[in-house]
């Protein structure tokens, strides 16, 4: 099924955002700045599964922790944050992430043969 065509996925989730206050963050700059460590869900619509990373730590680490949880192949999924493919070199500073932002998982469509 097509992804959701809305552009700020932030907006269903405000409700489980534990602070309560997914707008509030920008405001407070030196907070933001504090906060070296962020909390991830990495979701493959089966599971859910938290991560706590650096802003500057390559998400290569955590593909690969999902993967080895799930059993999966690191090359058999794709990882999308804000519906972009994400890289392993990407970092959730390159990114842009905020603390409680999802990646969501794909299979990968392998072969041709429908």
Known sequence: HP?????????????????????GAPSKPEEA?????LNIKVTDNNNEVFFKI??????????DA?????GKSPSS?????????????????TLDMQDGDTLEVHQEQIGGSA
């Open 66 to 70: 999902f993967c080895e949880r799930q």
């Open 77 to 93: 999924v794709r990882f999308l944050f804000d519906g972009s493919r994400v890289q392993a070199t990407d970092s959730p500073d």
């Open 54 to 63: 650096k802003r500057t730590t390559q998400l290569k680490k955590l593909m």
């Open 3 to 23: 992804p959701p065509t809305n552009t700020n996925p932030q907006l269903n989730m405000s409700g489980s955002d534990e602070n309560g206050s997914p707008g």
């Open 33 to 37: 700045q504090q906060t070296e460590h």
